[in-house]
């Protein structure tokens, strides 16, 4: 199959993976069945047909509202299905023909999730991190094997304990919760992939994202919660795929420190 095919049956593909994903955290953060019932309007509880189903397209043939009850739809999943979309082809055409690409989808897919949930609903679901943990591992064994994938928990371990201190340390300081504990358990699966070098750097530079959000919804709001998730896995996301550039940076400011 030619290069660009598969380009843009991985598009398609992502788009459905989308749709997915946007239902699974849906149900999930609400602790309802994953099964029953089948897709339906929010509203009026109208059943949505297969051609209402199909990603992208079923919204701009509705114009963005419900067939039934005319109810405007939420931007936010075409936006995500496309996002979705575009990951799972961008990591074909990154890594080709490779474990690397299966990784990149799988790293994608735990991202367009963590995303979706924590924005909409301040969580981080851990069925989403225990299923990308689990499919990351099988990878990874095969690409380094046993010993070198051990070694890769252990750094998962170490980054989750240097989150576990910011936490405390944190809570203490400004006695109240500073990090949620999704954000924790999602620095395990970051040190796993990363190493703890670069997981450091992914603290930072998650706190450096959110800081302009921070600022904004606190001087609007007078509140100073937001969810931390996307920023964190934003700054994960760049720093992965820009592990080479990151890991010499750091290895020439550190050198032997780290
Ligand atoms: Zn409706």
Redesign the pocket.
Known sequence: MEQWMISIYLFIVGLFFGSFFNCLCDRLSNNQSIIHPGS???????ELTWYELIPVFSYLFQGGK??????KLSFWYPLTEIITGLLFMGSFLIYGFSIDTIISIIISSVFICVIISDAKYMIILDEVLIVGIVFTTICFVIKYGMIAVAYKYLHGLLLFSLMLLIKVFGDVTFKQESLGWGDIKLSFFVGIVLGVKLGVLYIFMGAFLALPYALYVSFKNKSNILPFGPFLISAFYIIFHFSDFFYDLITKLYGGIL
């Open positions: 339906h309007c929010d509203n009026c509880k109208h419900c067939s039934k009850c005319k109810i």
